[in-house]
């Protein structure tokens, strides 16, 4: 069944006046009715729970649902996906998973409907399975810092990774999972064995790349669209203990993205390779990432006052026992890049400090009142052949200072996924990782959107190929215009198995049946 044009005008009525929260009026029969279903969780109708999932980590949007489900069980999930399923098809009764609520636009949200709070199910223990193809099988609210901490009891852990670790499997891999492994391994949805689902028809499938392949992989990078991951395989991989932390600056942009591309082309290098932009900052160390304490303290020498600076960030993983073939190992590596000499700084870390190293920031910035503002992030994955020309426009030109967050950069290989991505055998990662503290100003939401705006209204017209990562559109001619040729799978495998599209409202790409 397509999605009517009644359906699609409804869509955009709702996302032209804004606020979809006054369009949506809770269906009272199939709320009344929840509470008769027998579950081995329960639901919350409070305040206090319902304002909790209007929340999200980007703080930009707010949108109230009627009822929280708590999950005691997988068959929870699917019983009530299944109840709105079958009663609510005269409703505009909705269904979002919510893992740690770390979207940035409402996306784990879902007006006036049911929010599932995915981190309650996470009552079944992990269950870790050595040998030679080693995996952990994991709740979709499973958070990836509890993986780590698991899988490494066992001398394992998975091989992709995110920067930060407190968010739940189910929300990453309904993106992608990317990070400096990436390169390597491909992102997170690339290390998946098998998943288990409940799909918008409250059916339970577990699916892998041999059974039930197309909802496979359709829900990996699916943006919550075909269904719920209640359960995750993950492959994994012998965890080393430590790990060579490295920085090195840059004040060429070529010599920057050649060395970046030949690291992650090379056959033996590093282990995680990422990269960040420092326009015209006073105080580099004073970002929020700060968690890198190097060795030699003197990156005051480098500040980046009216100019531009870019970073290569660099890890060697290795055991206690393997340091000096490490070092040999680095300092061939290092020998090859063409970084300002001085500007070489390393620290050895845990292989678990490095990992979680956000959440050090988190904990400081948390204690500043700086965790809760808003989070107008803006990602792109830019194809390498326009990379420079994107650079030239945007670092220094559109964005004078990155004084109100890290601006990541870094290049990954292509990987076979469903999620969009640029059709070029190496695309770049760009993150906008801004905060906005204040109401008006600089530091403002309207400021850096404003930004952003910018930015996206100059890749559109240089025609350079750019796509968003977690991306945000309000209109269909956007949404299909992001997925291009990929748009009728995606419409296919919607039809398929959420036919009613009751889940994930908060995407905004579908809107549910009249
Ligand atoms: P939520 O925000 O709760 O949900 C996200 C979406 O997934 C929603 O549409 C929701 O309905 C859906 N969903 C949630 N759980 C499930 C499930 N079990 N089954 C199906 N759908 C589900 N991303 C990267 O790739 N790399 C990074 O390095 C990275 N770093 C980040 C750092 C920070 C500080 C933050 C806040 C975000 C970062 N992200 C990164 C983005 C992050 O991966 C996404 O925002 C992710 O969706 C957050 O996970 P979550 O568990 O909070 O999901």
């Known amino acids: ?37 027998p579950l081995d969780g329960h639901f919350s109708f409070s305040d206090v729970s ?38 609510g098809e005269h409703s505009l009764l909705t269904v979002a998973a919510r893992g740690h609520g770390h979207s940035l636009r409402g996306q784990c949200q879902a007006a006036g409907g049911i929010v599932i709070k995915m ?3 996470r009552t079944a223990r992990m269950q870790v399975h050595s040998g030679a193809s080693p995996y952990v099988d994991a709740s979709g609210g499973e958070l990836w810092i509890k993986v780590l901490h698991e899988t490494f009891k066992y001398g394992l852990a998975p091989k992709s990774w995110t920067d930060y670790l407190h968010l739940t499997i189910g929300g990453t891999l309904s993106n992608a999972g990317v990070s400096g492994q990436t390169f390597q391994h491909g992102p997170q949805i690339s290390n998946v064995m098998e998943l288990e689902i409940v799909t918008g028809r409250g059916d339970i499938i577990t699916c892998s790349p041999e059974q039930n392949s197309d909802l496979f992989h359709a829900a990996l990078g699916g943006l919550g669209q075909f269904g719920i991951i209640t359960r995750a395989r993950i492959a994994l991989e012998p965890a080393p203990n430590m790990v060579r932390w490295i920085r090195v600056l840059y004040s060429d942009f070529t ?4 060395d970046q591309e030949m690291l992650i082309s090379a056959e033996r290098t590093f282990d995680y390779i990422e990269g960040f932009v420092i326009i015209n900052r006073t105080g580099i160390l004073n970002n929020w990432r700060s968690s890198f304490n190097p060795h030699d303290p003197v990156w005051s020498q480098f500040e980046s006052d009216g100019r ?7 890890t060697k993983n290795y055991n206690p026992e393997e340091v000096d073939n490490m070092e040999q190992e680095v300092n061939n590596l290092l020998y090859q890049l063409r970084y300002i000499p001085p500007s070489l700084f390393h620290t050895d870390v845990t292989y678990i400090q490095f990992l979680d190293r956000v959440h050090s920031s988190e904990v400081k910035l948390r204690a500043k009142g700086m965790w809760e503002v808003s989070h107008p992030w803006l990602n792109l994955m830019v194809p390498k052949s326009s990379i420079h020309t994107f650079a030239r426009e945007v670092f220094g030109k559109i964005l004078k200072d990155s004084n109100n967050g890290p601006i990541l950069l870094y290049p990954v290989n292509k990987f076979r996924t469903s ?5 070029e055998e190496v695309f770049y990662l760009v993150g906008f990782l801004s905060s906005a503290p204040s109401s008006s100003g600089p530091y403002s939401v309207e400021h850096t959107l404003n930004l952003n705006n910018q930015i996206i209204e100059f890749s559109d017209k240089a025609g350079i190929g750019v796509k968003q990562y977690l991306p ?3 209109t269909e001619q956007k949404w299909k215009a992001h997925f291009e040729a990929r748009w009728e799978t995606f419409l296919r495998r919607k039809n398929a198995y959420d036919p009613l599209a009751i889940l994930a409202p908060g995407q905004g790409i579908f809107q549910k049946a009249l």
């Not at 999200?56 to 997988?74: C, E, I, Q, W, Y």
């Not at 999620?419 to 059709?423: A, L, S």
């Open 1 to 37: 069944m397509k999605p009517s044009v009644l359906q699609y005008l409804k869509f955009f009525l709702l996302f032209a006046f804004g606020e979809v929260t006054t369009a949506h009026v809770p269906d009272q029969d199939v709320l009344a009715s929840l509470n008769k279903l």
């Open 308 to 314: 531009v600076l870019f970073c290569l960030e660099m």
């Open 255 to 258: 010599s920057f993205t050649e």
């Open 50 to 87: 319902t304002t909790a999932a209007a929340q999200d980590f980007g703080n930009l949007s707010n949108f109230k649902p009627a009822a929280v489900l708590h999950p005691g069980s997988v068959d929870d999930i699917a019983t009530t996906v299944r109840h709105v399923f079958l009663r």
């Open 119 to 121: 981190e309650s199910l």
């Open 419 to 423: 999620v969009v991505i640029p059709d």
């Open 472 to 474: 945000n559109y309000n």
